[in-house]
């Protein structure tokens, strides 16, 4: 299975991946879910909202225990960062099958669409969608950097935009939902474990900061004549570092984009994405309010305008006790961490009973090609993740 698709939406330049939502390698993607499926005699099925379902079991019987991940990348992303979780998952059931294991609840594998929000800038669009946590109306107004909006993209594709919408049937009918992930940090590499289990993601948001100057020519101009919106830009990124590490939390410029963004051209307008996680959400608004703080007094010193709009925002999820604690026991006491990052399972955690996996990361590198997990330990969290299920759905 990883070897078929690893070739899938893999730049050859950067040996990164550029899977993104309603493109052709993310066409590419789903048809092999959709093979993978079939190929087991599970049932396969496509959701209103784009996501897809390898049903082993009667979905309407109810309390179905659902596992999966995603198959979409950030820019040039690395080949574990979702694939992983969708893969073991198929690797679990031909585990639980080959032990003879019989469930008595219907199982499930999904992978849902658009987690990453590298096209539309908005992450675990398909989750969110389900989940009612994003209307149909603001998902139709995102649009990609060429202007194509997700409605657009998902016709292009082949699917109806006109159905997405909140899923509560569908929810309704999950009494379980595991994420198998690999981990996105360091922390399970100092322990002698292959695989741990999350407790809780820390709260976690985007916000676009506009810097609003003035273009001029940058041989002609003189600097105490100049609005330059890219001087308050460079000043903002380095107050986000600082008011970040004095606090505990994360603040990250991660996207820019530049008006007219000519070599001899000072900037008239400069758009910088600001991703801000913390442990808590009060020091996350505390953090992102001095960066904020920081960009406007600085933009007055510079003459330019600075306006923020918040783009996204993910409340501290605490995965439900009961099921984290019987995944650890399942397991036989592996460790129970915590994670800055975002994911479908979090999303679906004000809804559904959740809970996440994680394999272990050797060097702690995630969102790059450079991600990577030892062959072993990913067997071990196929494992695992066999383990869960069958503790969970073959009582």
């Known amino acids: 299975m990883w070897r ?21 390698a993310d066409a590419d993607c789903r048809s092999w879910f959709q093979a993978q499926a079939e190929s087991r005699g599970l049932a396969y099925e496509l959701d209103r909202n ?5 049903w082993l079991g009667d979905p309407a019987a109810g309390d179905a225990v659902v596992t999966g991940s995603h198959l979409d990348s950030v820019p040039d992303g690395g080949a574990f960062d979702g694939p992983l979780g969708v893969v073991s998952s198929f690797a679990a ?11 008595s609840r219907p199982l499930a594998i999904v992978n849902f669409g658009d987690e990453e929000g590298a096209r539309f800038g908005l992450a675990c669009v398909g989750s ?9 109306e603001k998902a139709h107004a995102l649009r990609d950097a060429e202007g194509i909006s997700l409605a657009r993209a998902m016709e292009r594709a082949g699917y109806d935009p006109e ?12 009494g ?19 695989v741990g289990v999350a407790s809780a993601i820390w709260p976690h948001g985007r916000w676009r900061f ?8 940058a041989g002609t ?41 000519g070599v001899n051209a000072i900037a008239s307008l400069v758009r910088g994405w600001l991703d801000s996680r913390a442990a808590d959400e009060e020091t996350l608004a505390e953090v992102v309010g001095e960066i904020e703080r920081a960009a406007v007094e600085r933009g007055e010193r510079d003459g330019v305008g600075v306006r923020v709009t918040r783009e996204s925002f993910t409340p501290v999820v605490e995965f439900a006790h009961g099921l984290r604690d019987e995944l650890a026991k399942l397991l036989g006491g592996v460790p129970v961490l915590p994670t800055g990052a975002g994911h479908d399972a979090g999303i679906l955690s004000g809804t559904v009973p959740t809970a996440m996996l994680f394999v272990r990361n050797p060097t702690g590198v995630s969102h790059s090609p450079a991600e990577t997990a030892a062959e072993d330990d990913c067997v071990a969290g196929v494992a695992a993740l066999a383990d869960v299920l069958e503790g969970l759905a073959c009582r």
């Open 4 to 24: 078929d698709l690893a070739p899938m939406g893999r730049n050859p330049e950067s040996g990164g991946y550029r899977r993104f939502a309603w493109t052709g």
């Open 93 to 103: 059931l031909d585990e639980l099958r080959a032990r003879g294991a019989r469930p």
């Open 221 to 261: 101009t003189r600097i105490e004549d100049r609005r330059d919106p890219m001087l308050t830009y460079a000043n903002t990124v380095l107050a986000a570092r600082k008011k970040a590490r004095l606090a505990g939390a994360l603040a990250t410029f991660g996207k820019v984009s530049v008006e007219p963004n």
């Open 176 to 194: 379980a939902f595991v994420e198998l992930h690999v981990e996105q940090g360091r922390a399970l590499a100092e322990t002698p474990h292959a």
């Open 50 to 54: 784009g996501n897809q379902w390898a």
């Open 210 to 217: 506009d810097f609003h100057g003035e273009a001029n020519h």
């Open 163 to 174: 159905a997405i919408g909140p899923d509560p049937e569908r929810l309704a009918r999950i």
């Open 128 to 136: 969110r969608l389900t989940a009612g946590q994003l209307t149909a």
